[in-house]
């Protein structure tokens, strides 16, 4: 489960992650200010704990799943013996938390549901970009605009709903579509709400796409710019091209934590 998804690598997002565990605990990690505690059962939620608050998510779908263990650096897996969903939770360099969710075939279900433990006042809203913005007494979190790719690296239509409370629902829109699988879908949440987008033209869409890092530098500068790749930037610019699209790209103020969309213009 730890591969190259969409053309960019996620593992190497997460190659210098420092990790422990307990008895209850596949993978803790305290990364930029947050501490991530991933458990062994699926069943039970991940933790993001910042030094003033904690939240926990349940991952969807988690039935006839096994123990998850590490299987890369920052990484736990559970693998299922049955069924046609495996879950696996990825700590990143910048304290962010993915939940990669992957569709082994096309019998899978196109809904997945997430919910959140969260303090009391909290909310959460749906941003115009289509990512969520779960507001809390502390500050808040950043639950990216999910993406998902099949096999061949070719995107696939996702988007969130939620009740504004606690549940959200991550919707993957592959039944009758000619794609090619195991399917892997990537929500991204992050600790800081706060940032800032740059929207690029078509023209320096088209150049991010051949240049990558190199075009994207002047715009955030060298360190942010290599991040914005990673993180999937030049695979979004290529798809943007080809699809008559421009690129996005938020960052948090509080860290490199960002992430790329396709928007019309």
């Excluded at 075939?105 to 909290?122: C, K, T």
């Amino acid at each position: 489960m730890a591969s190259t998804v969409g053309n960019f690598d996620l593992p190497s997002t997460s190659t210098n992650v420092t990790t422990t565990s307990d008895t209850d605990s596949a993978s803790i990690a305290t990364v930029a200010g947050t501490t991530v505690d991933v458990p062994k059962a699926a069943s039970n939620g991940v933790k993001l704990k910042s030094s003033s608050e904690q939240i926990a998510i349940t991952m969807p779908n988690t039935s006839g799943t096994q123990t998850g263990t590490v299987t890369a650096p920052g990484i736990v897996s559970y693998p299922t013996a049955s069924g046609n969903v495996a879950n696996a939770v990825q700590t990143d360099a910048n304290g962010a938390v993915r939940f990669l969710t992957v569709l082994k075939d096309a019998s899978a279900p196109e809904e997945f549901e997430y919910n959140l433990q969260l303090p009391e006042g909290s909310s959460i809203t749906k941003e115009d970009n289509g990512s969520l913005k779960v507001t809390t007494p502390a500050g808040g979190y950043t639950i990216a605009l999910p993406w998902a790719h099949d096999a061949n690296g070719e995107h696939v239509w996702t988007q969130w709903f939620t009740d504004g409370e606690s549940t959200i629902d991550l919707v993957v829109n592959h039944h009758g579509e000619n794609l090619a699988y195991p399917i892997t879908a990537d929500p991204w949440i992050s600790w800081g709400w706060a940032g800032f987008t740059w929207n690029f033209s078509r023209g320096e869409t088209n150049n991010i796409a051949v240049y990558g890092s190199t075009a994207l530098s002047p715009f955030m500068g060298t360190p942010a710019a290599a991040a914005a790749v990673a993180a999937g930037g030049q695979w979004y610019a290529d798809y943007s091209r080809k699809h008559n699209l421009c690129m996005s790209i938020w960052k948090s103020y509080y860290s490199y934590y960002m992430y790329a969309y396709s928007r019309r213009c």
